[in-house]
């Protein structure tokens, strides 16, 4: 406890405050809208999709959902991988 209290005096002898500082940044994700995309294997089954185009497209990556989920799961990584050149 001893070490605790100095550690807090030393600290705030600094001038620094003994509350965690949290660094913000404000960033900025280009828009990039859905394409809905529908293929037809040649078995007959459908397969849904969303197409996001990079501006400067470095290379396309597929994301493929499973287990009765949706392809709404990516919305968010989507945007990430367009924001960063990856269509």
């Known amino acids: ?8 005096e030393a600290v705030s002898a600094c001038g620094a405050s003994s509350e965690p500082q949290i660094a913000t940044h404000q960033v900025t994700v280009p828009v990039v809208v859905a ?3 529908m293929l037809t294997a040649t078995d007959g089954v459908r397969i ?9 497209p470095k290379a396309l990556i597929l ?3 499973q287990a ?3 392809r709404s799961e990516y919305a968010t ?3 990430g991988l367009a924001a960063a050149s990856y269509s």
Do not use: C, E, K, Q
């Open 1 to 8: 406890m001893r070490a605790y209290l100095a550690l807090a």
């Open 35 to 37: 394409s809905p995309v």
């Open 48 to 56: 849904n999709s969303n197409y996001r185009r990079a501006t400067a």
């Open 63 to 65: 994301l493929f959902n």
């Open 68 to 70: 009765g989920s949706g």
């Open 77 to 79: 990584i989507a945007l």
